[in-house]
């Protein structure tokens, strides 16, 4: 069965799209905004006879061209079009009331990975308030969540909001984009005119576990480069707050973990040895990379490559977040001194006195327990698994699509 993103079935639908007629459209997105053939949402909108008169980039930007973390995009006019283009990672990471003034509706097209830290279900967010704010709607069209349904890790606690932590959700979610929003409006209590325009066709359970496997994949950011990525971000995205590579600077990032200074091997038996029933549903394999840029840049590290893909995949079974947090412990285990995390010193993501690991998980019950020689796997799971089932039940009624 061929699914229809949100994108698709506006422009297919003349119903879906007659009440934006006479309105000023903004588009917020991102290079894989694109349609079943692979034209993008501006370019498709322009052609339907939408009047956009503003586009708003996430983080990456609207180009999608900036490879690193944390860098900032500039505004600037759009060259085809001459419209403005705002970043909403720049000067400012939500939108200013003088870019809320250059539309009525706002179509938001971005492609998610389903994972918390994410920086663009934040983005969503702050979108949300802004409307709510200066009368303005705000329309989702809908996209896969290309993790699936799963959810796994513990919810963010009070205090630890951030740019990757906007509310009390788990790391990997299970929500669409869509779902996401109407979180959002009934958690915050936004007095907004919100829509979805749902996906047709997409089943979370089917065939590609999330991903329909007949569209393409494009990056919705540099460094998510492919379904394999998307599956093992929720885990792998805690390696930002370690001194371990994470990969940036290969052909594989957010796939694996490794440093100079490890023996992959002895980490992976370790993590068998530990909690062999969180290593279900995928392969783990030993590696050698050598980054071109970033955390130990052209020295040979060895590392732990995480394959979700394959005869190994089992989607209803893989934890992506204990997959990578058993990583931690074994080499916690292996070498008690290592210095597994980044300091306070590292602003990870404008933040100031906290480690990037705590913000990372919207809390410090991850590190302590892998610092702790004592902690088992129960342990962690005692945390997390009260947790997951607290957010199940939250965003059940929510769900579009069973």
Sequence with gaps: MTVLFGIDRLLADPALRKPLEGKRVALLAHPASVTADLTHSLDALVAAGIN????????????????????????????????????????????????MHTFDVMLVDLQDLGCRIY?????????????????????????????????????????????????????????????????????FGLDVDYRVIEMDGWQPDGPGFGWPMERVWINPSPNAANLNMARAYAGTVMVEGATLSEGRGTTRPLELFGAPDIDAKAVIAEMHRLAPDWLVGCKLRDIWFQPTFHK??????????????????????????????????????????????????????????VLAIDVINGGTGLREWVDDAGAEAGDLDALALPDEAAWQETVEELLLYR
């Excluded at 061209?65 to 419209?83: A, C, I, K, R, V």
């Design 52 to 99: 956009v008169t503003a586009v708003f980039g996430p983080q990456h930007g609207v180009r999608g061209d900036l490879q690193d973390n944390m860098m900032e995009s500039p505004d600037f006019s759009d060259p085809t079009y001459g419209m403005p283009v705002f970043s909403l990672y720049g000067e400012v990471r939500r939108p200013s009331g003088q870019s």
């Design 119 to 187: 920086t663009y279900v934040t983005t969503l967010l702050y979108v949300l308030e802004a409307a709510a704010e200066h009368g303005k709607a705000v329309w989702v069209l809908d996209r896969p969540n290309p993790a699936g349904r799963p959810v796994e890790g513990t919810l963010l606690q009070a205090g630890w909001e951030s740019f990757v932590g906007a509310g009390p959700m788990v790391m990997r979610h299970g929500l669409t984009m869509g779902e996401m929003g109407r979180w959002f409006v009934r958690h």
């Design 296 to 353: 130990h840049a052209g020295q040979l590290n060895n590392g732990i490559h995480i394959h979700a893909e394959g005869a190994w995949y089992d989607h209803a079974a893989f934890r992506p977040w204990r997959v990578q947090a058993l990583g931690f412990k074994a080499i916690r285990s292996l070498w008690p001194d290592y210095p597994i995390w980044r300091g306070k010193d590292f602003k990870y993501e404008y933040t100031d006195d």
